[in-house]
């Protein structure tokens, strides 16, 4: 069984940053790839950033270039450093590892952007 725990959300003026953080329990965190979405009110869930085992990463045309994900396999952590926010970047922000045992989920973190 994995857990994932989020922090770091919170509100920030448009133009500003923010990282959020995501711990997972467990063993299996270095074995897979990590993902970041996002859901924004009234819109679906999208993925907006992904990080393979050994680094690779791959952003949505929305984040590129202003966000970055990394992950640290040593402390079971995946981060998401947020730059130059926009108000369109308002949402409930959700780490996923999806492996082979099931798909798991962190509780969500609020973002907002609001001048």
């Known amino acids: 069984q994995v857990q994932l725990v989020e922090s770091g959300g919170g509100l920030v003026q448009p133009g500003g940053s923010l990282r959020l953080s995501c711990a997972a329990s467990g063993s299996i965190f270095s074995r897979y790839p990590m993902n970041w979405y996002r859901q924004a009110p009234g819109k679906q869930r999208e993925l907006i950033a992904s990080?393979?085992?050994?680094?690779?990463?791959n952003y949505a045309d929305s984040v590129k270039g202003r966000f970055t994900i990394s992950r640290d396999n040593a402390k079971n952590t995946v981060y998401l450093q947020m730059n130059s926010l926009k108000l369109e970047d308002t949402a409930v922000y959700y780490c996923n590892l999806a492996a082979g045992t099931g798909d798991y989920w962190g509780q969500g973190a609020q973002v907002t952007v609001s001048s």
């Open positions: 990080i393979t085992r050994t680094g690779n990463t």
